[in-house]
């Protein structure tokens, strides 16, 4: 998939490609269904698939103090996109002066001008241009008079929730990590660098790697069967996510238990996706009440994990 870096860059670049529009956080299941849309009418149009997609968030602009925390970095984000077979990718940066680009102007010089679109497929939900002033009904009259088509995908349910970003985050944040991954379609992912630890683990029986997070949307305080990524192997694993209260800790770390041996991996970019909750953050009696959870823990995880293959 072409990276292409701001609408400037993109003009005159594609030759009327299907296009859609978004933020794409997660790239939930709703997000899926428009890129297969996509896809399929691109392919039946003989034209290439190219998403619009800005960063940062557009609310961390004109609403920062509701900024989200967002589910994945851009590049993670770019990642899943290419996934779903798009030929090309443009970043708008989102500045406070794209914010303040009219409704009419962006569909004029951005969608037509810049990117030369024959077919939008959207969101049933999209809102652009300054002040959201931009709509799915305004878009298709824009069509009519540019001369470019409108497809509008209506809301995915799962688990009787419209999935959309903001639920996946909430589902993030208090540990419904099971219930994120049906609106995902796959288990949340964090990545980060394995870093040196307390070594409390190891005195336990139960060595971890502690992670120094790149991914904004972290868990919430909890234990978890997870799955790991290290070295380009998946491995089963158990992650705790919390302050480590039995020892008196007030500072939220990020430790996998990993079930199999894999050597010195200090320093290492890991990948870790979350799978199921097995238990709420607890202060125990002493290390010995604790390493016998962890024990407990560990089997759980493996019992959901092998459950799941």
Known sequence: MEVVRGLDQAAG??????VTVGNFDGVHRGHQVILDWLRRDADQRDTIAVALTFDPHPTSVVRPEAAPTLLMSLEDRLDA???YGLDACVVQSFTPEFAEVEADVFVERFLVGA???QKLVVGHDLN???DRQGSVESLVE????HGFSVEIV???VVDDMVVHSSVVREKVAGGQVGAAARLLGRPHRVRGCVVEGAGRGTELGFATANIATTTPAVPGHGVYATRTTVGGSEIDSATSIGTTPTFDGDRTAVEVHLFEDCGDIYGQDIAVDFVEHLRAQKKFDGPAALAAQIE???ARAKELLAGGR
């Open 13 to 18: 670049r594609f030759a009327r490609p299907v």
């Open 81 to 83: 996109l290419a996934a």
């Open 115 to 117: 990117l030369a679109t």
């Open 128 to 130: 652009f241009g300054k």
């Open 142 to 145: 824009s069509g009519g008079r």
């Open 154 to 156: 209506e809301p995915v």
């Open 296 to 298: 407990a823990d560990v």
